[in-house]
């Protein structure tokens, strides 16, 4: 079922709130649209919805599965881009969809780990665990290619999976076969375009640093000494290239 402009998709969830520093120190790179701001339907349906009646998710954060929710309160700013992911929630839950949810969710789960987003693949962990799959697939996901747990139509769901997200599309003829060995066409429709679509919230969820994807850039320079490295770089001990610079 595609959701009407305005109505949350699923049925209503709890909400939490915590005054964790967690939360607090959480901060996504664009500005969050308070409860006061939101004036557009679909922006006081989802914050209803998601956080409660009346609650402002800005001042006090915080939902079931244990976000700040920021992504909500981000995406808040452009109603209609709100509205446009909401009914893409809406569809890859639709009971149209002939791709079995299981399934499903491994093309989701793996685009968010494959993208680096932590709040992808660890929300879909949570996921997978609903519709009850084994903890030791769950923990495989990173390493699946090695791991022995899969079925064929797993394994070729992985591999597909992975030429979308890590090859851009670049799907090696045997992959697209053994896919098309288990599922029919609507089915590979339904999973390319559900885990493009996962792919693309997790770009902008790193992009944009929303919910467990505010988290600096791990690849830094450990700070030590450089002069053991000059014999490497061509300049004598103790010099720099720029000391060299008009030397004869």
Do not use: N
């Amino acid at each position: 079922m595609t959701p009407q402009p305005g109505a949350p998709c699923f049925a209503r969830r709890p909400t939490v709130s915590t005054d964790s520093p967690l939360y607090l120190e959480a901060m996504p790179r664009l500005r969050q649209v308070s409860r006061d701001e939101a004036a557009a339907p679909i922006v006081t349906a989802m914050y209803d919805f998601m956080f409660g009646s009346g609650r402002d998710p800005v001042a006090d954060p915080g939902t079931a599965t244990g976000t700040p929710g920021d992504w909500w309160t981000t995406f808040a700013l452009v109603p209609d881009v709100l509205e446009h992911c909401v009914a893409g929630f809406g569809l890859y839950r639709s009971p149209q969809r002939r791709l079995p949810a299981e399934l499903r969710e491994l093309g989701q789960i793996r685009a968010g780990w494959a993208r680096g987003s932590q709040f992808v693949f660890s929300q879909h962990c949570k996921s997978c665990r609903a519709l009850g799959m084994a903890e030791e697939k769950i923990a495989a996901i990173p390493a699946w290619s090695v791991a022995d747990c899969w079925s064929p139509v797993e394994r070729a769901v992985l591999a597909y999976t992975d030429a979308l997200v890590l090859d851009g599309g670049r799907v090696p003829e045997d992959v697209f076969a053994s896919l098309g060995a288990h599922l029919d066409d609507e089915q590979i429709l339904e999973l390319t375009y559900i885990t493009c679509l996962y792919e693309m919230h997790a770009t902008m969820s790193r992009a944009l640093r929303t919910e467990w994807d505010d988290r600096d850039d791990p690849v830094v320079e450990v700070p030590g000494p450089h002069e053991s490295l000059a014999p490497e770089v061509g300049v004598e001990p103790g010099r720099t290239a720029s000391d060299s610079e008009g030397s004869p």
